[in-house]
């Protein structure tokens, strides 16, 4: 997806072309270190939505867009804090750990 375009414009899109009025949220990716905004996006889909008619989406706001599924990790995720796995630091209330030797 273009830069220039906003995720209101895209979601729009979406609803108005395809008849598509089950989207949730449509998430713009940022460039990891810049911050500026890539040329691809996440959008949420309700669960009731026929995946196949997702598939079909060819063309959004007049560009052309290729649809693919997310890829999940196949690692768990790691905390940085207390370095335990499937959960992040976040939502971490134990204490720190170092993560050469897991020492507190």
Known sequence: LF???????VLDDLRNQ?????????DRKLE???????DMC????????DPEKIYEIKQVLKGR?????IKSSKHPSQCKRC?????TKNY??????CVKCAKG
């Open 92 to 97: 971490c209330s134990k204490p720190p750990r």
């Open 83 to 87: 370095q335990e796995f499937n959960h």
């Open 18 to 26: 395809f008849g598509i009025h089950s989207v949730l949220q449509v």
């Open 3 to 9: 830069r220039s375009w906003t995720n209101e414009e």
């Open 65 to 69: 867009v290729t649809v693919h599924p």
């Open 42 to 49: 996440i959008v949420d889909f309700r669960k009731d939505l």
């Open 32 to 38: 990891w270190k810049s911050k500026n905004p890539l």
